[in-house]
């Protein structure tokens, strides 16, 4: 099968099961199979697929089809311009979470309180806002907390291949329970925000794939 083909074939097949941006979908699972960029895609479209190569897309279109993020089949999503390792075990990083760092340090350029700053990601998942914030503030403190056992190993991951694990203190604690008592300059988070009671405001992607500790927030 041509890879021109098997794209379009990919995008009926998820248009059909109400997936958003399907071609998106389809070109983004394409090129995890593929291992190559999007300008690649264009640039050979007679491109031949091998039997494996076919049977793996049709297999990562086919886990589209269900629902299930495309981040979480090919474990990857970019943030702040770092490609973040992600599982169904953490919530995946939005583009919008991006204002929460953004704030952090434009609060932090314009403190004076002292020459180092001190902060905590509470609920840290990924560690994307964690990671994000030490990437820019070189002196920092940076403290991560999240509940989740498994949340944290992704993060500790994330640290660790891009270069922070020395920079950030990650914790399993419930909110600040268990994390050393000490002031911080910074307490950021970006919080369950959905009610138990609403599900149905979510998307299929959120109510079904994602953790639910992560974006449920009891009934209110």
């Given at each position: 099968m041509h890879l021109k083909s098997a794209l379009a074939?990919?995008?009926?097949?998820?248009?059909?099961?109400?997936?958003?941006s399907p071609r998106l979908n389809a070109e983004t699972l394409?090129?995890?199979?593929?291992?190559?960029?999007?300008?690649?895609?264009?640039?050979?479209?007679?491109?031949e697929l091998s039997?494996?190569?076919?049977?793996?897309?049709?297999?990562?279109?086919a886990e589209r089809a269900t629902g299930k993020p495309a981040q979480y089949i090919t474990g990857h999503q970019e943030f702040w311009g770092l490609d973040l390792l992600v599982s169904p075990a953490v919530l995946i990083p939005r583009p919008e979470t991006e204002h929460v760092v953004e704030t952090v340090l434009g609060l932090a350029q314009d403190s004076a309180t002292k020459k180092?700053?001190?902060?905590?990601?509470?609920?840290?998942?990924?560690?994307?806002?964690a990671i994000a914030l030490a990437s820019e503030l070189a002196s920092a403190e940076v403290h991560a907390s999240d509940i989740s056992a498994q949340a944290l190993e992704i993060a500790c991951a994330n640290a660790a291949r891009l270069g922070?694990?020395?920079?950030?203190?990650?914790?399993?604690?419930?909110?600040l329970q268990g994390v050393?008592?000490?002031?911080?300059?910074?307490?950021?988070?970006n919080p369950p925000y959905v009610s138990e009671a609403e599900p149905e405001k979510t998307q299929?992607?959120?109510?079904?794939?994602?953790?639910?500790?992560?974006?449920?927030?009891?009934?209110?």
């Open positions: 074939a990919a995008i009926e097949h998820l248009t059909v099961n109400n997936v958003g394409m090129m995890f199979t593929l291992g190559c960029d999007r300008a690649y895609l264009y640039a050979h479209p007679e491109r039997a494996d190569e076919e049977r793996r897309f049709l297999e990562y279109v180092v700053p001190s902060m905590i990601d509470i609920g840290t998942g990924s560690g994307c806002i922070f694990a020395g920079r950030i203190q990650f914790h399993h604690a419930d909110l050393p008592q000490q002031p911080f300059d910074f307490v950021v988070s299929r992607e959120v109510r079904e794939f994602e953790p639910r500790v992560a974006v449920f927030g009891g009934e209110t």
